[in-house]
């Protein structure tokens, strides 16, 4: 493989991965990203009053786990999974 050629391939792996880990990372349920809104449906009447009425906390609870990054310790394995995966797709389907 030409030195351009591997440049390529890299440049494509990163941006898999990097579309992967904003992918999972939204899907993260808490108030501001979108996994909230794909849980809610699923959450007891109560449960899901309690999430409403407390929503402040979660935007707090989100910038803390994006600050100190606990966001990466817990999604990680899930990008590294994933990223794989598609590589592996990828080089079965192309060589």
């Not at 030409?2 to 890299?10: A, D, L, N």
């Not at 808490?30 to 407390?54: C, V």
Request: glycine share 10%; no cysteine.
């Amino acid at each position: 493989m030409s030195t351009v050629g591997g440049i390529i391939i890299s440049m494509i792996g990163s941006a898999i991965a990097i579309n992967v880990g904003l992918g999972v990372f939204n899907l993260i349920p808490l108030p501001p990203l979108d996994g909230s809104k794909i849980i809610m449906p699923f959450l007891p009447y109560n449960a899901k009053q309690w999430f409403i009425n407390n929503e402040h906390i979660f935007y707090i609870i989100f910038v803390l786990i994006w600050i100190t990054g606990i966001a990466s310790i817990i999604i990680s394995p899930a990008i590294t999974g994933i990223t794989s995966g598609i590589m592996t797709i990828t080089s079965a389907i192309f060589g």
